[in-house]
């Protein structure tokens, strides 16, 4: 390369970084800066009536993990704390499989449909965006609560007898959270399906390969990145749920979102809540990492 190739090489390079210039900044102040005032915050001491005493302390970030006991300082596990890490994970996880079990079938069949009708499909997937998440949560409240649609029809044909109690637990928060995220599995899915080559179907029916077998050994290895990025969009914002959880859970059964707005509202203890937000972050963190790792071996013919 000559000289003058080099400089305006360089030239470019400097350029697309200038003009790159106010969206970076614009990124730092706006998520960078908040951030960092809460990594800050969880390193401080709490103060009597909520905000910070600005004196080190590890007290927030050991609270995650442990409790004092308000008599004789002993140091306990936190069970609560604990519990609450479990539900939020466990019911993430439980979350991102029941929507895949249900998008994958979802996508295929779009990505299937001529392709007058892929964007009529598609457009009906995407409806629920439009409205809020608030609004979406309520509407699935009115279907499972125990006057809702789902009991009034079970009731009225006769295969119950009394309403099946799920609001305020567990299953109640799964069931608003799977169809609240659903279709960010979906359209993941979709995309990946969608360059699926399906003469590969063919040939592997040729070799006298059976339908789960095709599956296993053809289909789901290949659309193996569409369905890393569909679990990654549906297990981080389950995660860090609040709405779903509050509407739905009724505050008794929180999750970490639920659990750290307590601490900066009710609880007053602001570094406990911004080292439990730094482990969520953390825990986003990990998770985006693995959809790294994963999409970068799934892209590489070699790995």
Known sequence: MSPAEQNQQKRSARNGWLLSAPALTLLFLAASGPLLIVLVYSFLTPGQYGN??????????????????????????????????????????????LTFALGFPTAWFIATRPPAQRAMWLFLITIPFWTNLLIRTFAINEVIRNEGLMNTVLINIGLISEPIRLINTDTAVFIGMAYVYLPLMVLPLFAAIDRFDMKLLEAGYDLYASRMQVLRHVILPIVKPGIVAGSILVFVPSLGAYVTPRVLGGGKNMMIGNFIELQFGQGRNWPLGAALSMALLLIVMAALLVYVRASTKGSNPHG
């Open 52 to 97: 910070v005493v600005w004196k080190f302390s590890l007290d927030g970030w050991i609270g995650i993990l442990f409790s004092r006991d308000i008599f004789d300082g002993t140091m306990n596990l936190a069970d609560a704390h604990l519990t609450i890490f479990w539900r939020s994970v466990k019911l993430s996880l439980m979350t991102t499989a």
